[in-house]
C-alpha cells in the first residue's frame, strides 16, 4: 500500500514490516557488542554480519557463524533463520520489484520476465557515531535497495535513516 515518493529520488517509508511480536524478537536478540560484526573497512564506522545471501544458498553463512555465535550475544540460529525467511521470499522480493516497477523500467523493458533471476542478499548493519555517506550511485548489480530501519523507539524517529 506504500506510495512511491519521487523526490529526491524513488523511495517508500514502510511501518510495520515486520509483525510486533517478531520485531520484538529482533529487539531482544540484537547483538550488544560488536563482536559478531565485520568492518567494512579500515577507517570506517559502519559494521556487517551477512545474514544471508541467496546466489550462494541456504547455509552460505554457516561457516562464519559457528565462530560468531554468542559473541556480543550474537544468536547465529535466528539470525540465519531471519534471513532465510526475509532473503529468500519470492514474494518479498516480487513485492518490491513491483514497487519500482517504473523507475526498474528505465534498466529493462520486462522486468517481470527476469524477476526469478534476481538474487536477494540480507545485512545486519551497525553505524557507530560518525559514520556517514553521502549521496552516491549504488552498484549497476542493485536493481533495489531496502533498509530496515530497527529502531527500539521513535524517540529520534526525525534525526537519519
Known sequence: EAVVVMEPYPH????????????????????AGDGAYSRTGKRTKRFVVDLYDRKLGKGSANRKWKGMNGKGGFDANF?????????????I??????KFALTLGARHK?????????????EL?????????????????????TLYYLAKDLEHENTGT
Open 79 to 91: 539470525w540465519k533463520e531471519l534471513g532465510i525467511v526475509y532473503a529468500n521470499d519470492d514474494g
Open 125 to 145: 548493519n551497525r553505524d557507530r557515531a560518525g559514520y556517514q555517506i553521502g549521496p552516491h550511485t549504488d552498484s549497476e548489480l542493485k536493481w533495489v535497495t
Open 12 to 31: 517508500v517509508q514502510v511501518f510495520g514490516i515486520f509483525p510486533e511480536r517478531l520485531y520484538a524478537c529482533i529487539m531482544q536478540k540484537m547483538p
Open 93 to 98: 522480493r516480487d513485492a518490491w520489484l513491483d
Open 110 to 122: 520486462n522486468v517481470t520476465s527476469i524477476k526469478s533471476q534476481i538474487q536477494t542478499t540480507m
